[in-house]
């Protein structure tokens, strides 16, 4: 300071106060720093009359007309009298957003679950058999729900380690291993698909298709599409081994295993458009609505039934009038849940949530998505309309069927580092960049590592 | 109390010559002044320290990151690393690549433009306006831009060529195994540039004009002034920009993410995505810890030992 004046007008700031300001600013500091997790720690005080659900897009986060306007929160308001908080991300992001939460006790009060992405996650959700038996008597489970999806729910009870317990509810069930295609590129090129029975006719389709110019299969580089890829054609390659190999009754490097990955690489390399290993999902789904290719086999579950009650009016009127569906040869179809509605442990608005999974699974929300979309449901009570399609003949009547008996060959990818692996090696296979063999190594030795509560 | 003994806040205040009535931080003889830094140096042990060290603890678990349980395991999770991940040697060799690729365009490109412009062109304003602008946009918009424009379907830079009457240079972007690193790897630099032209050429600026008259007087003119003058009086930004460049290289992640998620298989994945990808996705959070702190330990020793190269060149000019 240069100017005296200055020194003697301006108070020097007291040891006093210089600690005093120290002490309060180190204190704000500590009580910023700590007062979230004092916040979660705390009762939540929830809103009354608020449900917050966190999920992907399925067709059970979603409520659309027939002209596809999204109506599920005012549906949910006027069911049920409750304000829904949805926050979707991607089937991949999902897995991140829940780490980011629920082990720190945060979180939402109901997950629309995945079962490839929620393993570790299913110890954060809450029994439900208390408020189901409440609801629908003792005998809740084989009263209201599938024999399929009753198959799964137990599965999820040995993930947790605590058998017959319900940790979710099941919604819409899908049907995988069957692909969209144009009628009038088959049609063009007599290819019947009721003659369709065996890969090889498969193939040959392809081959035709793709010799009169036309990309046969457009495919995406989504891991659910990969795995569903893989599961299809495991029935074609080594039927009926998936099972085996989760249980340890056989390896993923027996020579049929190792097969499937050979297969895949066929089928993307020869017969999906370009660059398909790494096309993005709804990009793929654009390019099959604007006919890029005659087939598309992005997902082979039912989300995308979706078709019949799409946004998009052209894609719409295609479903119902120019899109056919077949089983793929060999893949007997595999019936699973494509997702669960399942509370947070840590919610404190258990019973808003409650209502708001039981809209879902067997209420007016289940429903709706029966009847608009088709979609089948876990539920038996609930009964998917009739597509107007050739779906209902090629597709529905059997597997419908299987879905409810539970006659239907257990298939699902039961461990996550199973799954991981799996679509994470294809990429590397169709690209040239690991053999089959290499592949089929790295999956096995990822069950042999991490999951081996499933051996028998 | 000795003069040793007084604290810089003790100055302005007359100190009490009683010894009874000393304070509590002056019978102790507590530096005050560390009060002042407390709130720092708490923060910095809270959200810097102890993450670290939690790290590094991890890394000697098989832990998923969830369960209340975990595995000791020792060294497993670095010996694996080290022996038999073929995702992880990829990984390196992309961070290696991203490094000396992305800072030797990023470094040359960078000095050459910021020197053209730091001359006296015609709208060099707008020339400058034009590069920079790429900074200013944010990365997830600059990743689904370009992501768009990689489409093998109609996406543009394959439009180009082909209208270039390029089509042997028509590629899958990010398909391509051989070639999406590079393709993501382009998208960096060139998002990168302006920042490295302007810093470059504030560096510039603050060479004296005169020192340029008088390499003129003695002959220099042209690219010799570039080579002989701008060159060595901008070394100490060079340095700097090198470290911080390295740095970023090898912590490369948004890019890869938004563009290529690291795929076809591991093909362009970099370390800090496969740390993401094994701890939040396929929950392996000790062996990610492990890969974190091989991460640290590489971009520390590499960071010193540039530095020490660096200071040796800088000595060299000076």
């Given at each position: 300071m240069s100017s005296s004046k200055h020194?003697?007008?301006?108070?020097?700031?007291?040891?006093?106060?210089?600690?005093?300001?120290?002490?309060?600013?180190?204190?704000?500091?500590?009580?910023?720093?700590?007062?979230?997790?004092?916040?979660?720690?705390?009762?939540?005080?929830?809103?009354?009359?608020?449900?917050?659900?966190?999920?992907?897009?399925?067709?059970?986060?979603?409520?659309?007309?027939?002209?596809?306007?999204?109506?599920?929160?005012?549906?949910?308001?006027?069911?049920?009298?409750?304000?829904?908080?949805?926050?979707?991300?991607?089937?991949?992001?999902?897995?991140?957003?829940?780490?980011?939460?629920?082990?720190?006790?945060?979180?939402?009060?109901?997950?629309?679950?995945?079962?490839d992405v929620m393993g570790p996650y299913w110890q954060f959700m809450t029994a439900l058999d208390g408020f189901a038996e409440v609801e629908w008597g003792g005998n809740w489970r084989t009263d209201v729900f599938s024999d399929t999806a009753l198959s799964e729910m137990d599965v999820v009870a040995g993930i947790v380690e605590r058998p017959g317990e319900a940790f979710y509810l099941p919604g819409n069930m899908q049907l995988l291993g069957w692909p969209y295609y144009w009628i009038s590129d088959f049609e063009a090129?007599?290819?019947?698909?009721?003659?369709?029975?065996?890969?090889?006719?498969?193939?040959?389709?392809?081959?035709?298709?793709?010799?009169?110019?036309?990309?046969?299969i457009i495919g995406a580089d989504h891991p659910a599409s990969l795995a569903d890829w893989f599961k299809s054609l495991v029935e074609v390659a080594a039927p009926g081994k998936m099972a085996q190999v989760q249980y340890g009754e056989a390896m993923f490097t027996d020579t049929d295993m190792v097969e499937t990955f050979n297969l895949i690489s066929t089928i993307f390399n020869e017969y999906m458009q370009e660059g398909a290993i790494a096309t993005e999902t709804g990009a793929s789904f654009d390019s099959f609505h604007s006919h890029g290719g005659a087939m598309c086999m992005t997902f082979t579950g039912t989300p995308f039934f979706g078709f019949l009650n799409n946004e998009n009016e052209e894609v719409r009127n295609?479903?119902?009038?120019?899109?056919?569906?077949?089983?793929?040869?060999?893949?007997?179809?595999?019936?699973?849940?494509?997702?669960?509605?399942?509370?947070?442990?840590?919610?404190?608005?258990?019973?808003?949530?409650?209502?708001?999974?039981?809209?879902?699974?067997?209420?007016?929300?289940?429903?709706?998505?029966?009847?608009?979309?088709?979609?089948?449901?876990?539920?038996?009570?609930?009964?998917?309309?009739?597509?107007?399609?050739?779906?209902?003949?090629?597709?529905?009547?059997?597997?419908?069927?299987?879905?409810?008996?539970?006659?239907?060959?257990?298939?699902?990818?039961?461990?996550?580092?199973?799954?991981?692996?799996?679509?994470?090696?294809?990429?590397?296979?169709?690209?040239?960049?690991?053999?089959?063999?290499?592949?089929?190594?790295?999956?096995?030795?990822?069950?042999?590592?991490?999951?081996g509560q499933w051996v028998r | 109390m000795s003069s040793d003994n007084l604290s810089v806040s003790s100055m302005t205040m007359p100190i009490t010559s009683s010894a009874q009535h000393k304070s509590f931080w002056k019978r102790y003889k507590i530096n005050s002044g560390l009060f002042f830094v407390l709130p720092a140096v708490f923060m910095y042990l809270l959200f810097v320290a102890w993450p670290i060290i939690s790290t590094i603890s991890s890394s000697f678990f098989d832990w998923d990151g969830i369960s209340i349980e975990r595995e000791f395991i020792g060294l497993k999770n670095y010996i694996d690393l080290l022996t038999r991940d073929r995702a992880f040697r990829?990984?390196?060799?992309?961070?290696?690549?991203?490094?000396?690729?992305?800072?030797?365009?990023?470094?040359?490109?960078?000095?050459?433009?910021?020197?053209?412009?730091?001359?006296?062109?015609?709208?060099?304003?707008?020339?400058?306006?034009?590069?920079?602008?790429?900074?200013?946009?944010?990365?997830?918009?600059?990743?689904?831009?370009?992501?768009?424009?990689?489409?093998?379907?109609?996406?543009?830079?394959?439009?180009?060529?082909?209208?270039?009457?390029?089509?042997?240079?028509?590629?899958?972007?990010?398909?391509?195994?051989?070639?999406?690193?590079?393709?993501?790897?382009?998208?960096?630099?060139?998002?990168?540039?302006?920042?490295?032209?302007?810093?470059?050429?504030?560096?510039?600026?603050?060479?004296?004009?005169?020192?340029?008259?008088?390499?003129?007087?003695d002959g220099a003119t042209g690219i010799r002034q570039m080579i002989h003058l701008a060159i060595p009086l901008?070394?100490?930004?060079?340095?700097?920009?090198?470290?911080?460049?390295?740095?970023?290289?090898?912590?490369?992640?948004?890019?890869?993410?938004?563009?290529?998620?690291g795929g076809?298989?591991?093909?362009?994945?970099?370390?800090?995505?496969?740390?993401?990808d094994l701890a939040f996705k396929t929950n392996h959070t000790g062996y990610a810890s492990a890969l974190s702190v091989v991460l640290l330990m590489i971009s520390a020793v590499v960071t010193v030992i540039q530095l020490i190269l660096l200071r040796g060149r800088a000595a060299l000019f000076g």
């Open positions: 020194e003697k007008t301006e108070k020097p700031l007291s040891r006093r106060d210089f600690l005093r300001i120290a002490a309060s600013t180190t204190a704000a500091t500590s009580i910023a720093a700590i007062a979230p997790g004092m916040a979660a720690a705390m009762p939540q005080a929830q809103e009354a009359g608020t449900v917050s659900v966190w999920g992907w897009p399925t067709q059970l986060t979603r409520y659309l007309d027939e002209s596809g306007t999204e109506m599920i929160n005012e549906k949910v308001l006027e069911d049920l009298g409750l304000t829904l908080e949805l926050n979707l991300v991607d089937q991949p992001d999902l897995a991140p957003k829940l780490k980011a939460a629920l082990p720190a006790g945060t979180g939402p009060d109901v997950v629309t679950t995945d079962f090129h007599d290819i019947d698909v009721s003659t369709m029975t065996t890969f090889d006719a498969f193939i040959s389709a392809c081959d035709t298709l793709k010799a009169a110019g036309i990309t046969p295609n479903m119902r009038s120019n899109y056919g569906t077949f089983q793929m040869p060999g893949a007997k179809g595999l019936a699973s849940t494509d997702a669960g509605v399942a509370i947070v442990d840590a919610s404190q608005n258990k019973d808003n949530a409650w209502l708001y999974v039981k809209w879902a699974t067997t209420g007016n929300g289940a429903m709706h998505a029966a009847e608009v979309a088709a979609q089948p449901f876990g539920a038996k009570a609930i009964q998917p309309a009739a597509t107007g399609t050739d779906f209902d003949t090629n597709l529905g009547a059997p597997l419908f069927e299987a879905l409810q008996s539970g006659d239907n060959v257990f298939r699902r990818i039961l461990c996550a580092d199973v799954y991981n692996a799996i679509t994470n090696v294809i990429p590397g296979v169709v690209t040239g960049q690991i053999t089959a063999e290499i592949a089929a190594a790295d999956v096995q030795e990822a069950f042999d590592r991490n999951c | 990829m990984s390196v060799t992309n961070n290696v690549l991203w490094a000396v690729i992305s800072i030797s365009v990023l470094t040359v490109v960078g000095f050459l433009v910021a020197y053209m412009l730091n001359q006296g062109l015609r709208l060099r304003n707008l020339y400058r306006t034009l590069i920079f602008l790429p900074t200013t946009a944010s990365l997830v918009v600059i990743g689904f831009t370009w992501e768009f424009m990689y489409r093998t379907d109609g996406g543009i830079v394959n439009q180009i060529l082909t209208f270039l009457g390029l089509e042997s240079w028509i590629r899958l972007w990010l398909a391509d195994a051989g070639v999406t690193i590079y393709a993501v790897m382009l998208v960096g630099i060139w998002s990168a540039l302006g920042s490295w032209v302007v810093i470059y050429l504030a560096a510039l600026q603050g060479i004296p004009q005169d020192l340029y008259d008088s390499a003129a007087v901008t070394m100490s930004t060079t340095r700097a920009l090198l470290i911080l460049g390295f740095i970023g290289a090898i912590n490369q992640f948004g890019l890869v993410y938004l563009l290529s998620r076809p298989y591991h093909a362009s994945e970099v370390m800090a995505y496969q740390v993401y």
